[in-house]
Structures are given as C-alpha cells and as structure tokens.
T-cell receptor, first 110, second 114 residues
Framework: SQQGEEDPQALSIQEGENATMNCSYK?????LQWYRQNSGRGLVHLIL?????REKHSGRLRVTLDTSKKSSSLLITASRAADTASYFC??????????FGGGTRVLVKP | EAQVTQNPRYLITVTGKKLTVTCSQN?????MSWYRQDPGLGLRQIYY???????DKGDVPEGYKVSRKEKRNFPLILESPSPNQTSLYFC?????????????FGPGTRLTVL
C-alpha cells in the first residue's frame, strides 16, 4: 500500500465552511508536502512541512504534523468554490523518491 | 516565467509504436522526475534524475526509459507502448539533488495506447 494515504477520499462542503483532510504514512519522513490538483491539470505545491516542525500556515491553509502518530492534516478555512480540487500529500523519506497518497477530492458548493 | 513544459499534451497511439514525451524546465533544477496518474492509484513515480547523466528507477519503471543529457530536459521514452500504459503523465522538477523541496509540475500528457 502507499506511504501516504489521505482520509477522507472525498469531501463535500458549503462555501465558507472549513475543510479538513488527513494524511497517514508508515515510515519516518524528512518532510511532508501537500499539493492541489484541479481536474486533470498539473499539481500545484501548497505547503512543505519538515519533520521537526509541528505546524505551518499559508494564507487560509494550515498544516499540522504529528510524527509520533505518523499523520498530517490540512485545514482549509473559509472555503471558496475555487478550492474545489483534489488534494494530495506526498512524503519524502529515505532515498530520492517522493511518494504520493491517493488524494482527497474536495467539492465546495456555492 | 518559471515553468515545466511537456509535449505533447495529448497523444493517441497504437501498441508497439515507439514514442517520446518531452519534458523541459527553465529553472536550472537538478532533480527531475516522471509520474503516472491512474484513477484510484494516485501518482506513482516512474523514473527520477538527480542531475545530468544520473537517473534511477521509481516505483513503476517497467516499459519506460529516460535520459538526462542536459540539465533542462528529461524525456520519457516508451519503446513499445502497450494499452496498460494508457495514463496521465506528469513531469516535475525541483532544486537540489533530491525531492526535498517544492516540486514544480508540468501540465500533464494524456496518453492513450490502442
């Protein structure tokens, strides 16, 4: 199975609500990265959090990392219709590979 | 503008007909990689390159080849495509000789093998 696995697989919310998605992984990591993908397009980097960091913010995005539980969460506050996309976590562990999870599909209804 | 470009964006081909998907970045990045994206399977890494003339297999390298003769280019070669290689392909690049920084992705190449 994959190193990073997102939960839930899909999420539907109303505009203005917060969206939270989680990523669990299996092995120790150097960093964890979150990406957004609009339908069929290239991925866009959102936030990178290193293994010695616990929380990072970028605009309406908040990422937490709990290395003891091997999990991370991405919170999008005050969601907008433009936030409709798939969100992926990716982990950088040993070696030179980045491993992606299966993604969370987020639908923000106006 | 800093970017990763891929060509072609869409390709329909037949089994066994050799094809190359080009990838180019203008950011002087050392690390480049190829991924394929299939429904329900997320992104899986095919090959990566840490620098010129240094390439290595990712998680799903079978049926693919790559080369890195120049820093900016990282073509993906399918010598004898098969229908199970029908997929959405992404090239990505980042600074440093590993994926420890932000990855910049190309727009994707949608390949159909009949």
């Amino acid at each position: 199975s994959q190193q990073g696995e997102e939960d839930p697989q899909a999420l539907s919310i109303q505009e203005g609500e917060n969206a939270t998605m989680n990523c669990s992984y299996k092995t120790s990591i150097n960093n964890l990265q979150w990406y957004r993908q609009n339908s069929g397009r290239g991925l866009v980097h959102l936030i990178l959090i290193r293994s010695n960091e616990r929380e990072k913010h970028s605009g309406r995005l908040r990422v937490t990392l709990d290395t003891s539980k091997k999990s991370s969460s991405l919170l999008i506050t005050a969601s907008r219709a433009a936030d409709t996309a798939s969100y992926f976590c990716a982990t950088y562990a040993a070696g030179n590979k980045l491993t992606f999870g299966g993604g969370t599909r987020v639908l923000v209804k106006p | 503008e800093a970017q990763v470009t891929q060509n072609p964006r869409y390709l329909i081909t037949v089994t066994g007909k050799k094809l190359t998907v080009t990838c180019s970045q203008n950011m002087n990045h050392e690390y480049m990689s190829w991924y394929r994206q299939d429904p329900g399977l997320g992104l899986r890494q095919i090959y990566y390159s840490m620098n010129v003339e240094v390439t290595d297999k990712g998680d799903v390298p079978e049926g693919y080849k790559v080369s890195r003769k120049e820093k900016r280019n990282f073509p993906l070669i399918l010598e004898s495509p098969s229908p199970n290689q029908t997929s959405l392909y992404f090239c990505a690049s980042s600074s440093g000789q590993g994926p420890y920084n932000e990855q910049f992705f190309g727009p994707g190449t949608r390949l159909t093998v009949l």
